[in-house]
């Protein structure tokens, strides 16, 4: 991603960006002299337009339009029409799309997410980004693609011979065996998920935190517990770490629209998830006394 964002970026450049979002989406356009217009994105359908509106008001007028569905952080999921409506909106505006769609085939209750590229002249103003790292757990290998627009793919591969060099061998085959032999694994990674998803959502709601069950993705978007609200995303990771031994990612990190949620990652297996959610159940039930100390060590400092 970051290497296609060199690509296409030229320094000053206005790039549309939605907040929150994974911080490559926009920290590749400004490693390559870009300037990110964040857009909120509560919702894909207010994403889009809250690009309508920066279009108004953006000078100069944005280049690149970012997408990312399923969502990293917030694992939203979109549909066909959503595509379309995205399509329309940048060939009115001039804009080239990026789509990055790494957890595509990470998906439940057999709804797979769809592309950008069955949209009838997509293949005019997108292309789509995605690895291997999340459909067949090869994360670190740097195995990825990029398919759709032809010039845009062509700027990318005239980018990347300057910059970057083949992997090691043996990845390679492995990364061409991965998508040409039998999808078995694929399955079973997604069934994996899926599992997790469940533990997580059930558990943690028996212990008092009602988690909304993400539609795909290998992440929670969670609502901050009541008792926590006003403690904010950071303090409240950091105060679960500290005193429940659960590590989550404070959703202010994926940008200022990310606050008053975290994300949790379907990282660790159903048993650990159930021991976790006892360790909330006893964090939310002593929130007045956790709060007290964490604020008067604040003061204290």
Known sequence: FANLAQALTAPGDVILCPNPAYPIHAYGFIMAGGVIRHVPAPSPEEYLSGVSAAMRHSSPAPSVLILSYPSNPTAQWVDLDFYKEAVALAKKH?????SDIAYSEIYFDDNPP???LQVDGAKDIAVEVNSLS???AM??????????????CAALARVKSYLDYGAYTPIQVAAAAALN?????????RATYKSRRDTLVTSMKRAGWDIPSPPASMFAWAPLPEQYKDAGSMLFAKLLIEEAGIAVAPGVA?????EGYVRIGLVENEHRIRQA?????KFLANSEEILGRAHNTLAAQ
């Not at 994926?254 to 990310?258: A, K, L, T, W």
């Open 94 to 98: 001039d804009l080239l799309v990026l």
């Open 114 to 116: 769809p592309s950008i």
């Open 134 to 136: 999340k459909t067949y």
């Open 139 to 152: 994360a670190g290998w740097r195995v990825g693609m990029v398919v759709g627009n032809e010039r845009m």
């Open 181 to 189: 032999g039998p999808q078995d694994c694929v399955d079973e990674i």
């Open 254 to 258: 994926f940008g200022e629209y990310g």
């Open 277 to 281: 959610a006892r360790n909330v159940k």
